[in-house]
């Protein structure tokens, strides 16, 4: 389960694994929203995998806003400008022996913390600029 804050702290995004949800925080209904919302984290799923072969599993956007990393169930990180075009270019890197469970950048954006689902591992990548 993945949560996302709006900006303003009026409504929290859920994704179960099978469906992304909105709620207002001022009286815990279901919502559904106009696209306009700015969110403060972006968790919650709703990428598209670049491979046919594979799926998203989990997915984090950095302190900065410039890039989304997506974790997926064949152990690979892809890398990507926000906001994201499956169409546009991309990075992928391997690693991890089995699906990625979490991905997650430390608070200034430097770092990456990567965690496998079965095979065991946590990596720390380091984040660099455009060359």
């Known amino acids: 389960m993945c949560l996302d804050w709006s900006v303003r702290s009026d409504f929290l995004r859920s994704d179960s694994g099978a469906e992304i949800m909105h709620w207002s925080?001022?009286?815990?209904a279901h919502v559904k929203l106009e696209k306009n919302v700015e969110w403060s984290s972006w968790t919650c799923i709703g990428m598209e995998s670049h491979n046919r072969n594979d799926d998203v599993h989990?997915?984090?956007?950095?302190?900065?806003?410039?890039?989304?990393v997506s974790g997926t169930n064949a152990g690979f990180l892809t890398l990507q400008t926000f906001p994201s075009d499956h169409l546009l270019p991309y990075k992928q890197y391997s690693g991890?022996?089995?699906a990625v469970s979490s991905v997650s950048f430390n608070s200034n954006g430097r770092y990456l913390i990567s965690t496998g689902s079965s095979d065991g591992c946590t990596f720390e990548w380091r984040v660099q600029g455009p060359k």
Do not use: L, V, Y
């Open 58 to 68: 989990t997915c984090c956007r950095s302190p900065n806003k410039e890039i989304i």
């Open 25 to 28: 925080i001022s009286d815990g």
């Open 96 to 98: 991890h022996g089995s």
